[in-house]
């Protein structure tokens, strides 16, 4: 935070000796909210003895080791999969080049001041996701526990996707990748190899060595009849999401003087990786008709509304306010630190980071569009993860060095996987903590350890034959119904800019009223499951209303005094003022 002159941080000053409490345990720096007046006698006629509101940092909260370690932790969270894999198809979906002006203006007036804001109440008030409410306004608590539900139900699937990386990692331990053929048991005759080849058509009907590899040996959906019967657990699966959650938990068990140094690696190596691809990519054949087709401007893409939604819903996605993760870091730090500088620098990063990917990207899909002699959006069609688990790993399959290339790009996406759950698990963990200080200050390695064991539970379902179908049911529900209604309603409200109302309204009822269905490897999700997924969703921010409710009703006295005391912030340390001695309490 920066400071006024009117407010100076008085560092490592203990209460004087007089009258009145006893001094608070573990004071170590008091920063004074509001104007002093000057030192004077106690019993000065002319003191103003109003009280002064002050937050009080105590010496037994964990502390960042290094500022660099809390910059690559709030990096880590913020660049990860979607940053590889969805902006470019975000930005070429949407007018290519073009898309970078509604972009950048959501950057501006949206997602960096959100992100700043974060930043600087987890360092002003020191405390995570639920207890913070207290400090700002009591009745809304159940947004904090809301955020901690969201977060879980993102450790149930992120992680396996994860996992799915680490099994690709294994796999190309080989001379030969084995998605380069179509000579494996579980291809099909619709296998069609055409690197390398000439007279090869490819038809619809088409699959590539990747895609079956993917989603016959990694997933195995072609024994899964869909969400109705996903089929037993993949024990390969398992072990490498057991793997996985060993890695979490001894990054995350001593709190962030641990987590903190794991971040060196994988928040760093990503970019070392992306150089290396990049200058593989420029030197392909084709490569230059992908980087055309990605920031190609397609002018006339800037009247559709869905083009800004997308940007509102990209930059919100990407920089990731309102998860509780950024309170949950920044609250580790100094309370004079710069979390001004630390916003603009990190969002910066983050910002160029998915910009400079789609470089990357679709370098690759060039080559491959040279490869197939199709359009580049023949290729580019596929999203999500099937962009990282099929069409990447097949351009590097049939690149010269194709098993060194594989290694490191799986290890680039095992390392954004993890400082992404770094963050998630860190809210949830500082969030409880927090609330519960007496119960689980002594105890965060019982704690992380319950917490770890929880969530890979709660994986297993994802782990199935058919856990993609379950994986795609949470990514959709379990957090998007809350963010999506706050990102194209409740956001665009408070941070429109524009006098022009009636476009604003346009925008939000649009988006609303025009959902896209839901579907996955030609598989349409039955209306029982959206029902599911719905449920999923009100499962978590159903806490908000439920806990406004339950503080009105516990709450004493009149319905207006209970909303005055249910709105107010609430105090929890002594008022103090200054004298020549220093600090004492107010008697």
């Known amino acids: 935070m920066l400071r006024s002159p009117a407010q100076p941080l008085l560092t490592k000053r203990r209460f004087a000796k007089s009258p009145g409490p006893a001094k608070m345990p573990h004071q170590e720096q008091v920063m004074a909210h509001g104007n002093l007046c000057a030192p004077g006698p106690p019993n000065n006629a002319g003191y103003n003895s109003n009280p002064v509101p002050v937050i ?4 037994s909260r964990d502390k960042w080791s290094k500022k660099m370690d809390f910059l690559l932790s709030v990096i880590g969270f913020a660049v990860d999969l979607g940053n590889v894999w969805r902006f470019p198809y975000i930005c070429y979906q949407n007018g290519g080049g073009a898309f970078l002006i509604p972009y950048v203006l959501m950057a501006v007036f949206g997602g960096v001041p959100l992100f700043y804001m974060e ?5 002003f008030h020191r405390t995570g996701a639920i207890s913070i409410w207290k400090h700002i306004c009591p009745i809304f608590k159940g947004i904090g526990f809301a955020i901690c539900i969201i977060a879980l139900y993102v450790s149930f699937y992120y992680n396996t996707i994860i996992a799915w990386a680490l099994f690709y990692f294994y796999s190309s331990f080989s001379s030969t990748l084995p998605w380069t053929s179509c000579d494996n048991d579980w291809n099909t005759e619709n296998c069609t190899n055409y690197f390398g080849k000439d007279n090869v058509t490819w038809t619809n009907y088409s699959r590539s060595p990747a895609e079956e590899f993917y989603t016959r040996n990694v997933l195995a959906v072609h024994e899964s009849s869909g969400l109705g019967d996903v089929g037993y657990i993949r024990w390969q699966l398992m072990l490498c999401l057991f793997l996985i959650f060993t890695i979490v938990y001894f990054s995350l068990w001593k709190g962030v003087k641990t987590s903190g140094k794991v971040v060196w690696v994988t928040a760093t190596l990503p970019y070392v990786v992306l150089l290396i691809l990049m200058i593989r990519g420029a030197t392909l054949p084709g490569a230059w008709k992908g980087v055309v087709f990605y920031l190609n401007p397609k002018w006339e893409k800037l009247q559709e509304t869905s083009v800004w939604v997308d940007a509102a819903a990209q930059i919100f996605f990407s920089l990731g306010p309102g998860f509780g993760v950024l309170l949950a870091l ?3 730090n100094p309370f004079n630190n710069n979390c001004y500088r630390d916003a603009i620098v990190t969002s910066l990063v983050n910002c160029l980071t998915s910009f400079v990917s789609g470089f990357v990207i679709f370098t690759v899909l060039g080559y491959m569009a040279e490869q197939r002699n199709v359009n580049v959006e023949d290729v580019a069609r596929d999203k999500g993860p099937s962009l990282l688990f099929i069409t990447y790993p097949e351009a590097i399959a049939n690149m ?6 594989a290694i490191i790009f799986f290890v680039m996406m095992i390392t954004l996987g993890l400082d992404s759950t770094f963050g998630g698990l860190e809210a949830i963990i500082t969030a ?12 965060r390695e019982l704690f992380v350890l319950g917490l770890v064991v929880v969530c890979f539970l709660g994986s297993l379902s994802t782990l199935t034959k058919g856990g993609a179908y379950v994986v795609k049911l949470l ?14 309603a409740i956001s665009p409200a408070f941070l429109a800019v524009s006098s022009n109302k009636d476009v604003l309204t346009y925008i939000i009822i649009s988006s609303l009223l025009n959902p896209q269905p839901l579907s996955l490897f030609d598989y349409e999700f039955p209306d029982w499951s959206i029902t599911v997924g719905y449920i999923i969703g009100a499962s978590s921010f159903m806490w908000i209303p439920i806990y406004m409710v339950y503080k009105l009703v516990w709450t004493p006295g009149s319905l207006k005094q209970r909303l005055a005391v249910c709105l107010r912030p609430e105090r929890t340390l002594p008022d103090i003022h200054t004298d020549s001695m220093g600090l004492s309490p107010v008697p």
Do not use: N
């Not at 009080?56 to 010496?59: G, H, L, M, V």
């Not at 010269?400 to 290339?405: A, E, I, R, Y």
């Open 432 to 443: 409880v903590m927090d609330e519960y200080p007496d119960t689980l200050s002594h105890r």
């Open 475 to 488: 990514e959709e529900f379990g957090v998007g119904l809350f963010w999506k209604v706050c990102w194209v």
């Open 56 to 59: 009080i940092q105590t010496e």
């Open 330 to 332: 920044s609250s580790y």
């Open 400 to 405: 010269v060095g194709s098993t060194f290339f």
């Open 119 to 123: 930043l600087a109440l987890g360092q």
